[in-house]
């Protein structure tokens, strides 16, 4: 397989933006890395605080009156996997976008490629985090963080606490017109009550702190150092080049984010819309 660094690769450290538009931005990517040769990795945060549905999820799993109390918006991810509140402080996340013949055809073997920048950021960062050494139960199912933990993408720490270690990070991938998409949430700090309270059940917030743990808790650093280390790990995974996304790319995202992300019809009913090319 051809190195990643010999293919064109741009790294976008993006500005915060509501949660419709951070998932139609990555469709729009999908499309540039199709047609102008050009991959994409991201850092990315979300404004207002978002809570994402996974693509199968029940829109009756949300509390939609505390999100709407709390202003946190709501979109539906193209990934499977359970609803993750992404806080606007507490949540960092990142996307690689790439074609699906420039990486492996195996889906674990393609995590463990994708991941590989992500573990290299907590190295920097002093975080001891590893893939899950084994699974553990689901606590609460429709959270992605109560899930089962699943050792081929969610990321624990310490690494060396075993069975006993937080997860930190939840990772997932789908594919776009021959473009595998990965992207994923990284706990900068944790917001137990909104992460329990954004789900239509009684959870208590101990539940949260229990099972999940933060770079903050991990680490001690900035929240700012914490986004830069991460960027600058993807950026040497790929030897990508600083950018921005285009003028075009911003318009499309922003079309799809009002036809799809953010329609009640995608959000509560995984109603798919017609498609509109750029």
């Known amino acids: 397989m051809t190195s990643l660094a010999d293919r064109d690769w741009r790294l976008i450290r993006d500005d915060p933006r509501d949660g419709a538009t951070q998932m139609a931005i990555e469709e729009v990517a999908a499309e540039t890395a199709l047609e102008d040769d050009l991959r994409t990795v991201r850092v990315y945060s979300w404004e207002p605080s978002t809570l994402s549905l996974g693509y199968r999820q029940a829109a009756d799993t949300v509390d939609w009156e505390f999100c709407e109390r709390e202003g946190i918006d709501v979109t539906r991810r193209q990934t499977g996997g359970g609803g993750i509140y992404h806080d606007r402080y507490a949540d960092i996340s990142y996307t690689i976008v ?3 013949d420039e ?12 991941c590989e920048p992500i573990l290299a950021a907590f190295d920097r960062m002093g975080v001891d985090a590893a893939f899950a050494s084994a699974e553990q139960d689901a606590i609460y199912q429709p959270s992605c963080y109560l899930r089962d933990i699943n050792p081929a993408h969610d990321i624990v720490a310490p690494a060396s606490a075993g069975a006993d270690a937080g997860k930190i990070s939840g990772n997932a991938q789908y594919r776009q017109r021959d473009v595998v998409i990965q992207h994923g949430s990284i706990s900068y700090d944790l917001e137990p009550r909104k992460h329990a309270g954004v789900f239509d059940t009684d959870l208590d917030e101990s539940t949260f702190t229990d099972r999940v743990t933060s770079i903050r808790e991990q680490a001690g650093i900035d929240r700012s150092e914490a986004v830069d280390a991460i ?11 600083e950018s921005a996304w285009r003028d075009d790319e911003l318009e499309a995202a922003r079309d799809l984010a009002d036809r799809k992300f953010g329609s009640d019809a995608w959000v509560r009913d995984r109603e798919v819309l017609e498609a509109s090319g750029r």
């Open 231 to 241: 960027a600058n790990s993807l950026q040497d995974w790929c030897d990508a080049e």
């Open 103 to 114: 990486v492996p055809g195996n889906l674990m073997a393609c995590y463990e490629l994708f």
């Open 98 to 100: 790439a074609p699906a």
